[in-house]
């Protein structure tokens, strides 16, 4: 089995099915490309951004993917909401958007126990109106690199990784 990409706006759940996802299929490591940009630049997202910019986090991100392109086989990749843009995204693997409404996201972080923390580690989700306005901009971006669409609205993540496991085969 070839690499499997999640893809999605932030908050939408990507790092949690991953690790669903390879727990039910056994044979594959839940990667994040978030985790391995902070791990290679020794700093958190947020600080990222704030020190540096969008623009240069968004140069990490393609450096990530080089790496991720040579180097991976056989993982689920958790993607960051913008790394859908790596020119190199369908060399890496089989991508997947998991895909729900703005609201059910925003809903979901609100509920989640650490709602505020989630919130601060979404720098591009601090204003709600712009980050609508970045979520129906993205969309069908999304849509139009995707090889599958999955709902994942009122779902768990063992039964979209179910779901993403029946696509597969």
């Not at 392109?69 to 995204?89: C, D, M, P, R």
């Amino acid at each position: 089995m070839k690499n499997i990409i999640l893809i999605g706006f932030m908050g939408v759940g990507k790092g949690t099915v991953a690790r669903a996802l390879a727990a039910a299929e056994g044979n594959l490591y839940a990667i994040d490309t978030d985790d391995m940009i902070e791990s290679l630049e020794n700093r958190k997202i947020k600080d990222i951004f704030m020190t540096d910019g969008e623009k240069s986090f968004r140069e990490l991100e393609k450096k990530t993917a080089k790496w991720l392109e040579k180097s991976v086989k056989n993982a689920i990749i958790s993607t960051g909401g913008g790394f859908y843009k790596v020119k190199n995204l369908k060399k890496i693997g089989k991508v997947i958007l998991l895909d729900a409404s703005f609201s059910y996201i925003h809903q979901q972080i609100l509920a989640h126990p650490n709602a505020k923390r989630k919130l601060e580690k979404r720098p591009l989700f601090q204003d709600i109106k712009k980050a609508k306005t970045l979520y129906s901009e993205r969309i069908p971006l999304y849509k139009e690199v995707a090889d599958t669409v999955i709902s994942i609205e009122n779902k768990s993540p063992k039964e979209i990784a179910k779901e993403i496991l029946k696509t597969l085969s």
